[in-house]
């Protein structure tokens, strides 16, 4: 296929992706209220356990209500369609693919996106304590006044960065079906893994409350562990293929 023709081609799915979004945009303007009360209600939790007097939701400026209506149905947007426009770049990096190559991506699809649906739906039962612990660091003489479109960021940093941690397993056995890392050295690191996991929890999270980094750690070591049991099946299977399968070391090669 001609250059030209990738770009056609590559206009065409973009224009296909702005157009749906667009759509669900306007469609999620209708469906404003259930979508808020999905939002604010982590936010709800945690002011009816601090106490309602500890912290209050506010909009600033005269248009900051407005803003929030267009950043959270936008948001929405974003998320709803996302199988779409997923499935747009995909189809346009398939035709360039090897077999084995295709396989892989299936494979990724399958098995990522069920992942990230799970981290993200683990941040928002998580999200609750976090803004607890971060809101009841304020004292008792003072009343927390909460902005809602920071809010928002921090709503949407908080779900996204969950949904991340939870693919990087994913990731790691792509890389061993690549040949690039073996499921024996994912065993001797596994310590550093651990450590690092936690690490990573500490830095990523926007809360960075103890609670949260745990919730977010443990999974991931689990989701690890896993993963180097499949690179280590994956290497024996591997092995198994090889000319010299099955021959002792004083036996001779058929080479």
């Known amino acids: 296929m001609a250059l030209s023709d990738h770009l056609r081609e590559l206009r065409a799915r973009v224009l296909k992706g702005a157009f749906v979004l667009l759509a669900a945009f306007v469609v999620a303007l209708f469906f404003f209220d259930p979508i808020f009360a999905i ?59 090897h077999s084995n190559e295709k396989r892989w991506t299936i494979l990724f699809a399958i098995i990522a996106g069920p992942l990230f649906i799970g981290g993200i739906a683990l ?62 050295a994912l065993g001797a690191s596994r310590p ?16 960075g409350d103890p609670f949260t980094m745990t919730f977010m750690a443990v999974p991931m070591v689990v989701l690890f562990f896993i993963s180097e049991v499949i690179a280590r099946l994956n290497d024996r299977r591997r092995a198994g293929r090889t000319i010299n399968a099955g021959l002792s070391p004083d036996e001779a090669s058929p080479l």
């Open 123 to 184: 941040g928002y039962l998580t999200l609750p304590k976090g803004l607890e612990i971060l809101i009841g660091f304020t004292q008792a003489d003072l009343t927390n006044l909460v902005e809602f479109n920071d809010y928002l960021s921090f709503f949407t940093r908080t779900l996204l960065v969950f949904g991340i941690a939870f693919e990087i397993p994913v990731f790691v056995v792509l890389l061993n079906m690549a040949g690039v890392v073996k499921g024996k």
């Open 192 to 207: 550093w893994i651990i450590v690092g996991s936690f690490v990573f929890a500490a830095i990523a999270t926007p809360s």
């Open 39 to 97: 939002v604010n209600e982590p936010y709800q939790q945690a002011r009816e356990s601090l106490g309602h007097d500890r912290t209050i939701a506010t909009t600033s400026g005269v248009a900051g209500g407005f803003l929030l209506y267009l950043k959270l149905c936008g948001l929405a947007a974003v998320i709803g369609t996302s199988p779409f426009w997923l499935y747009q770049i995909w189809a346009f990096v398939l035709p360039g693919l």
